[in-house]
């Protein structure tokens, strides 16, 4: 069974950096062809995709949004899984989610795990 767990959340100022981490905790292994996804999520809307890439290193993708800002840097291969956020803006305000699953997907629904959440907040 893979748990993932994220850290790295806080309150930043606009224009400031975060670096989010997620690591599994869980008995389970992640399979090299699994992908590792970012998600966010704001009260009222619906979870929103932010970044992917495989649990092996490759194929990172961006959504639109945050391409430029965002990175998924490969530290170490395979742990843990981290999501660089640079020139944060306030409407990046959000709790994010680190997941995984099988499909190369943007869909909340492809992913099979989920962390619990962390909570970035970016003020004016």
């Known amino acids: 069974q893979v748990q993932l767990i994220e850290s790295g959340g806080g309150l930043v100022q606009a224009g400031g950096s975060l670096r989010l981490s997620c690591s599994n905790s869980?008995?389970?292994?992640?399979?090299?062809?699994?992908?590792m996804g970012w998600f966010r999520q704001v009260p009222g809307k619906e979870r929103e995709f932010v970044a992917m890439?495989?649990?092996?290193?490759?194929?990172?993708f961006y959504a639109d949004s945050v391409k430029g800002r965002f990175t998924m840097p490969l530290d170490n291969a395979n742990k843990p899984v981290y999501l660089q956020m640079n020139s944060l803006k306030p409407e990046d305000t959000a709790v994010y989610y680190c997941?995984?699953?099988?499909?190369?997907?943007?869909?909340?629904?492809?992913?099979?795990?989920w962390g619990q959440g962390t909570q970035v907040t970016v003020s004016s």
């Open positions: 890439r495989r649990w092996s290193g490759n194929s990172p």
């Open positions: 997941a995984a699953g099988a499909s190369y997907s943007q869909r909340p629904s492809d992913y099979k795990s």
């Open positions: 869980g008995p389970g292994r992640i399979l090299s062809s699994w992908i």
